[in-house]
């Protein structure tokens, strides 16, 4: 590809995402007057994109009537365009964007209904990651490595959430009648804290406890010592069984190591 064609598509990119029309003046054969043709274009990329992000958070859309979910899908949109050529992985701020835009009183369980459905996405999307096994942490042992400072992370597949809503149980229940006829959602304001997995072709979860979670947290981003997330799950419940905890997250292929996370 020439140099001049290269940025010819970037600068034609940055107009679908807002910028104006005169950078694309060397390549126009049209007056300047004409130029608004060219927000057909930019129109269809916005209406692909809203119907991305639609299609991205299912649930909520069957919850919340169409117009009113469209609009706020549209005002997310013009502020965050598509960074990737897969749309699947688009809208990963929009929970988070909801959260900002809507008052507390207003849906308040609409930003982690839509954090539950974009985690469930990212569970399906995730990299394959090879699971550390237990024989390979006896290895290591055995190579002196001091296991408590040994720093594991959650696999790609493994995701963690939690919410003041029983956010799950409609999820669960709405996921397997889209299409049917629309009741009003009721959520229980009663905190639950998931962790779900990609395995053997289908999503498994479980809820868990208060230490539970802490200890998944901890180690969630890779950069926590296996013996520090093991305290900050004490300092919840200083009768939490952490061996049990730490064989059932390595039989379920739960861990991976950080570097090989990272790479």
């Known amino acids: 590809m020439q140099p001049a064609d290269l940025l010819f598509q970037t600068q034609f990119v940055e107009f679908l995402q807002g910028e104006k029309a005169a950078r694309l003046a060397p390549w126009l054969a049209e007056p300047p007057t004409k130029w608004r ?141 889209l299409g049917s006829p629309d009741h009003a959602p009721v959520f229980l304001q009663h905190s639950q804290r998931l962790l779900w997995r990609q395995a053997d072709f289908s999503l498994q979860h479980r809820q868990l406890n208060a230490a539970e979670w802490a200890f998944f947290q901890a180690i969630s981003n890779g950069n926590c010592p296996l013996g520090e997330a093991a305290a900050a799950a004490l300092a919840v419940d200083d009768s939490f069984d952490l061996s049990t905890c730490f064989a059932n997250a390595l039989a379920q292929g739960l861990l991976c190591h950080t570097k090989e996370r990272n790479r």
């Open 37 to 177: 043709r060219l927000l057909v274009y930019r129109n269809s990329s916005i209406k692909a994109s809203v119907q991305a992000v639609l299609d991205n958070f299912p649930v909520c859309q069957a919850l919340l009537p169409p117009e009113q979910l469209r609009q706020l899908v549209r005002a997310y949109v013009l502020e965050h365009r598509p960074a990737h050529a897969v749309l699947a992985w688009y809208g990963q701020q929009f929970p988070d964007w909801l959260q900002q835009c809507l008052s507390q009183h207003h849906c308040p369980w609409l930003a982690d209904l839509a954090r539950l459905e974009r985690c469930w996405l990212n569970s399906v999307l995730a990299a394959e990651q090879a699971a550390i096994r237990s024989e390979q942490l006896a290895l290591l042992a055995e190579q002196g490595q001091d296991i408590q400072t040994l720093r594991l992370g959650l696999r790609p597949c493994v995701q963690l959430l939690e919410s003041n809503f029983t956010v799950w149980d409609l999820w669960l229940q709405k996921r397997h009648q």
